[in-house]
């Protein structure tokens, strides 16, 4: 006979976390614990499933390299970090809202002057954007950083061409005394998130299209004020469909403290 039922099996896991001196981690674990198992539940999920489910992490965990996040992509995917990020980071005072790094940032781009093509021999529509990083008052940021990147005129990252180890159309710019920032780039297209891997079987099981607009990332950052990720989508999707994984179209600003 077991010790324990469907109903007593919940509390009995909980209870073993009396000893954790973690006051988060416990909070943490509780809920996920009460989650997990009140959805096996509801929707009564087999052996044949649970095995299923278990091989699929273990498959998006071995999809993972140093370039790419299979996690972050399946993250992305089902909503999770733009949860994550509203919660953590909302838009208040007019400040801008951020959004989702995505699976191809790339830490370390080069800081270039004001003016520059970051997309010296990259493939796409030649393209000049131009702007201005203010407060949430309204008032220029002088030196604030933009880290900026995004893919190709074909939809390719960098980190997704064979062969290719530097850094393309990426780099970071600083603002004048006005706030205004200028650079040159590429007009990035639409193009479909990895689907040679788990996440990919997981989005045409359950019936949807891989696609982003194309669209050029931004994080933005000043002394003072709170970063804020974001990205402009120039190029839209060639149909109605909703892209893959959200993206934001504002203006960049900065948080406020």
């Not at 959805?39 to 273990?58: G, N």
């Not at 920032?181 to 007009?187: G, P, Q």
Request: with cysteine; net charge neutral.
């Amino acid at each position: 006979m077991r010790e324990f039922d469907e109903a007593t099996i919940t509390q009995a896991v909980i209870g073993r976390l009396s000893e954790c001196d973690d006051p988060r981690f416990k909070r943490v674990m509780t809920s996920l614990i009460t989650h997990l198992h009140d959805f096996v539940r509801d929707v009564r999920l087999t052996e044949d499933e649970w095995l299923t489910a278990i091989q699929f992490l273990t498959d998006v965990g071995q999809t993972c390299t140093e370039k790419r996040q299979e996690y972050i992509l399946l993250s992305d995917t089902l909503g999770i970090s733009v949860l994550v990020i509203t919660i953590n980071h909302p838009a208040v005072q007019g400040s801008a809202e951020s959004t989702v790094l995505g699976p191809f940032y790339w830490e370390g781009a080069p800081e270039r002057p004001r003016g520059s093509n970051l997309a010296e021999g990259v493939k796409g529509e030649p393209a000049f954007y131009s702007g201005r990083v203010l407060s949430a008052d309204g008032r220029p940021l002088e030196n604030a950083l933009l880290d900026i990147w995004s893919g190709d005129g074909e939809g390719n990252y960098d980190m997704q061409i064979p062969g290719e180890t530097g850094m393309k159309a990426r780099g970071r710019i600083r603002t004048d005394a006005q706030g205004r920032y200028w650079f040159r780039s590429i007009k990035p297209t639409y193009y479909p998130v990895p689907t040679d891997g788990p996440v990919g079987r997981m989005l045409r099981k359950m019936g949807r299209h891989p696609y982003r607009p194309g669209h050029i990332h931004m994080i933005v950052s000043a002394p003072g004020h709170r970063p804020a990720s974001t990205c402009s989508c120039p190029t839209s999707l060639p149909t109605s469909q909703r892209s893959a994984r959200r993206c934001w179209s504002n203006t960049w600003a900065s948080n406020i403290p």
